[in-house]
């Protein structure tokens, strides 16, 4: 009797361990499954895309390399040479408006390394954070270097679809009323994000689109390389002749209240904004949120709001 006891608790023991072993075992296909799912990756000529939908990276993929070329023939007037490697991008999709950040790393004139991160629902990353983002990969392989934070923050803003220029529009037409606006002599010196970052995004936005509506990308681009070098003031006497700094806040502050104020917000001027791509939407955008508060960024230490 006890014989058959041990016997059948033998058993027992052995088919609980075989259970045990079974369920370990679904459990692991299941985990590695569930990772794949969630790594899938898309490489393209000068991007390599990592997110969890392969219909969205995909969509990024292809637009990416579109933006890139449209956006340097734009501001260059030439296309960009390939990359030595690709550029990876990292999605988060989420339900909300797209926030986004690149990283650099230059050496002696040239971008070294570079690391894109992207996150919002797949519509907004598509129209606005992508769009955003690959005009800062352009003007960090133009100058090799850092470029002044209002200029690379506010001309990249120029390449975001008709919604988000209208955002910015309501925001520096709110900055202005309300004066919270800096002089130009302080923006173009400032090296750090300011604690109201929404509206230095703004300034940045409005000035840089004066400055191009009134003097084209060109112009813009060798103002801003030679203020980082022989001072605002010269750049200023140079470019757009006027004395100092000081006259061309004027200047702006005139051209808002004249021209740009009596606007509709988002309205188009065709020279200084590349918004007019075709909106992309995309099968797996979804809703987006109603949080509208979206601040872009070009290093790691740079501030990301959603």
């Known amino acids: 009797m006890d014989a058959a006891r041990d016997d059948q608790d033998l058993?027992?023991?052995?088919?609980a361990g075989r259970f045990a072993s079974i369920c370990f075992g679904v459990f692991a296909i299941c985990h590695a499954f569930q990772y794949e799912a969630e790594a899938v990756s898309v490489r393209s000529r000068n991007f390599i895309?990592?997110?969890p939908d392969q219909n969205v990276i995909h969509s990024v993929a292809q637009k990416a390399e579109d933006l890139r070329h449209k956006i340097a023939m734009a501001w260059l007037g030439k296309p960009l040479p390939a990359w030595p490697k690709p550029c990876p991008i990292q999605l988060k999709l989420t339900g909300g408006e797209a926030g986004g950040v690149t990283s650099f790393s230059f050496d002696q004139g040239r971008v070294t390394d570079q690391e894109m991160n992207l996150e919002g629902s797949a519509e907004r990353i598509?129209?606005?954070a992508l769009p955003h983002e690959i005009t800062h990969t352009v003007f960090a392989?133009?100058?090799g270097a850092p470029m002044p934070r209002w200029a690379d923050e506010g001309a990249c803003m120029l390449s975001e679809d008709h919604r988000e220029l209208a955002r910015q529009d309501e925001i520096i037409n709110s900055l202005i009323d309300r004066k919270g606006h800096m002089p130009l002599s302080a923006l173009f010196?400032?090296?750090e994000y300011p604690k109201d970052l929404l509206g230095f995004y703004g300034q940045g936005y409005s000035v840089s689109r004066f400055l191009i509506e009134?003097?084209?990308?060109d112009r813009f681009l060798k103002f801003v390389g030679d203020g980082t070098k022989i001072g605002w003031d010269t750049a200023t006497r140079r470019h757009y002749n006027l004395p100092d700094s000081k006259e061309l806040d004027r200047a702006w502050r005139s051209w808002h209240r004249v021209v740009a104020s009596r606007r509709t917000?988002?309205?188009?001027h065709p020279e200084s904004t590349l918004a007019a791509h075709k909106p992309q939407q995309s099968a797996n955008s979804g809703e987006t949120g109603k949080d509208r508060s979206v601040i872009r960024a070009q290093s790691d230490d740079s501030p990301v709001r959603r």
């Open 11 to 15: 058993r027992l023991k052995f088919n």
């Open 49 to 51: 895309v990592h997110g």
């Open 126 to 128: 598509l129209n606005s």
């Open 141 to 143: 392989w133009h100058f």
């Open 189 to 191: 010196v400032m090296e």
């Open 214 to 217: 009134i003097g084209g990308r």
């Open 265 to 268: 917000p988002g309205q188009l």
